[in-house]
């Protein structure tokens, strides 16, 4: 029998492996700089748990789990990860100190149908801040996300945040005729109105009242931006007369970060789910080719449904799929980013099988990434081959004078050769550190 890894997964070979490293690392960087603490939870949950943060949408793409003895409880591999999140802030929110930034890399896995960036399986940054109710926290998450889209070498003609408002979308949609107890269906449609056949967006905008010439009006709303600090236009072009304070608010703010002209505020940004109570923003690559590469927004109200006291959150989660996709694209994902040894140890001469092994052990206790060839040959041409391949920034070559303490340092970069003192090689290739 032949076997596959399932449809929607990947494997990871050394070549993926380091770039999903690399993406970690990132991750974490830019969390930890911006004052995020990392978390984590267990991998399945009870399947309750997603029905209560976002309904029958997310239980119905959850991967289920049958206890063996106990079928009356019924588990979920996590769809995701935030319902665990606030279950954990539900159960010790009283001791926890506020605000709570606290970042995550969990692997989630999802039963809908692979597609081009959107896999079953697949890693997630997820990041939030809770009990803080100032705009303080929306603008400093969104400024942990361009700081990551820095990090990786994209700007703003590359990546751009779109930010809207519930309330705000809220009150073109009353002023279009769509009822108050609609507002969430309504709030789901449109969510996906780029991912769904026009005749299914026109029937499911019909039972809203949004037909003919009114969902021809909010479709054109929906489709205007205005850059960060042109509020003033959106107010005055679709004629908006309710407090826009929350986004003047955090229009400041992202000012002050220094993050504007990555920003702009687009009324066609919702984010179907309903536990969203205010902002709401995602990341998209400026040509459209891709989905968006990140997602989040305000949910006050999650904690509480959890058991926990109210609290107000914000927060994003970003996958490795698309932004792996971005970069790609772009031409800033490096071809390898495999940890590189800082030397290929090469015999020069016969039986030197022991001298070999001791240098790289003394080598190693020091943290030095180390290798050698298990190879036979001594033909110096190919070994070299060999640490050229295994991308070394040195060869360091020995033969008998190792017992005077004394080898050979090649440059692989350079080509430069150099006699060196064994003792010193630590610091040397310390010096130079690239693993």
């Not at 793409?61 to 409880?73: C, G, I, L, N, W």
């Not at 609609?182 to 026009?198: C, H, P, Q, S």
Request: aromatic share 8%; glycine share 8%; proline share 4%.
């Amino acid at each position: 029998m032949e076997f596959q890894a399932p449809k929607g997964t990947r494997d990871f070979y050394p070549k993926q492996m380091a770039w999903q490293n690399f993406l970690f690392d990132a991750w974490r960087r830019v969390s930890i700089r911006n004052g995020f603490e990392q978390i984590d939870g267990p991998v399945i949950e009870l399947l309750d748990l997603y029905q209560i943060k976002s309904g029958g949408e997310m239980v119905g793409q959850a991967f289920r789990v049958r206890h063996p003895e106990t079928e009356d409880e019924q588990f979920a591999i996590r769809p995701e990860f935030t319902p665990t999140l606030a279950r954990m802030v539900a159960e010790q929110a009283n001791t926890l100190p506020k605000p709570i930034k606290w970042f995550s890399i969990p692997n989630v896995c999802r039963a809908e149908r692979p597609q081009r960036g959107r896999l079953r399986e697949h890693w997630q940054w997820n990041l939030d801040i809770i009990g803080l109710d100032s705009m303080t926290a929306d603008a400093e998450a969104i400024f942990a996300a361009v700081d990551l889209m820095q990090e990786l070498g994209l700007g703003p003609e590359h990546v751009r945040v779109k930010i809207s408002h519930r309330q705000t979308i809220g009150h073109v949609l009353s002023k279009l005729g769509v009822a108050d107890d609609k507002m969430v269906n309504a709030f789901e449609l449109l969510d996906k109105r780029d991912k769904i056949e026009a005749q299914a967006f026109s029937q499911g905008a019909s039972k809203l009242g949004l037909d003919g010439d009114r969902l021809d009006r909010f479709d054109q709303t929906c489709r205007m931006k205005y850059a960060a600090g042109q509020l003033h236009l959106l107010r005055q072009q679709i004629g908006i007369e309710e407090n826009l304070e929350d986004l003047e608010d955090l229009d400041e703010k992202l000012t002050a970060f220094g993050i504007a002209p990555w920003c702009e505020y687009d009324l066609g940004i919702v984010r179907g789910f309903a536990y969203y109570t205010g902002t709401v923003f995602e990341i998209h690559e400026t040509s459209g080719a891709e989905r968006a590469i990140a997602g989040g927004g305000r949910y006050d109200n999650l904690i509480e449904l959890f058991g926990g006291p109210k609290m107000s959150a914000v927060g994003f989660g970003m996958g490795d799929v698309v932004i792996s996709l971005v970069l790609a694209d772009k031409g800033l994902k490096p071809e390898d980013v495999s940890p590189r040894p800082h030397a290929f140890i090469i015999p020069e001469g016969d039986d030197m099988t022991g001298q070999v092994t001791q240098l790289a052990g003394q080598l190693r206790q020091q943290g030095l990434h180390i290798r050698f060839s298990y190879k036979s040959t001594r033909n110096m041409g190919k070994l070299l081959k060999e640490a050229d391949a295994a991308h070394a920034r040195y060869a360091v070559i020995i033969n008998d004078q190792i017992q005077q303490d004394l080898v050979n340092l090649k440059d692989l970069d350079s080509g430069t050769q150099s006699q060196v003192n064994a003792s010193q090689l630590p610091d040397l290739l310390q010096a130079n550190n690239t693993g």
